[in-house]
C-alpha cells in the first residue's frame, strides 16, 4: 500500500508541513501489513525507523526485572512508536505487538533526518510528542510502585497472620 499525503496530515510529528513536504515525505515512506499477535519488534533489537499506525493497534512493553510484563502503551491510528532507537541508534528499549491486524507506516533515519534539515519545526514537533510520552510512561512507574508494594503487602499480611496465630496457639 503507497503512502499518501493525506495518510500523514493527521499524524502530530507532521502537522506543521505544507502540501508539497507532505508529497515529498510520503514518497520516502514504506508500508507494512501485520496480523493480529505478530511481533514488530523485541526489546534489544537494533532499530532505523519509527512505525506509525495506520490502522489497527499496537501493545508496547517491557519486561520487568523479575520477568513480568509491563504495558507501556497501547498505540492507535496515526501514532507513532519505535522513535527512540531510531533517533539514538541503540537498541529497542520497548516490545512491539499487533494487538489487531495493523496496517504501518515506516520512515527510517535517513528519510526523517532529510525532513528535519528541510523543515526544523518537525523535529521541535517530534520532541513535544516524546516529551508526551515520557510523560505518560513516568505516571506509570510511579502507579505501578505504588501498586505492586501496597498489592504485595496486602497479599503478604494473610499468610504472616497466619504464622502468627500458629505460633501463639
Known sequence: MPCTPDDLKEVNLFQLLDEAELKELAAV????TVAAG????????LGDCLYIVGSGEVELSIKDKVGEKVVLAAVGTNEI???????DTRPRSASAVALRDTELLMLDREDLLLLFRKQPDAALNMLAVLSGMLRKVDRLVQTRVTKNANEEM??????????????AG
Not at 38 to 45: L, M
Not at 154 to 161: C, F, G, R, S
Open 29 to 32: 515512506i514504506d508500508s507494512k
Open 38 to 45: 505478530q511481533t514488530i519488534f523485541r526489546a534489544g533489537e
Open 154 to 167: 496486602q497479599e503478604k499480611l494473610p499468610a504472616l497472620q497466619r504464622v502468627a496465630d500458629m505460633a
Open 81 to 87: 512508536f519505535g522513535e527512540l532507537s531510531m533517533l
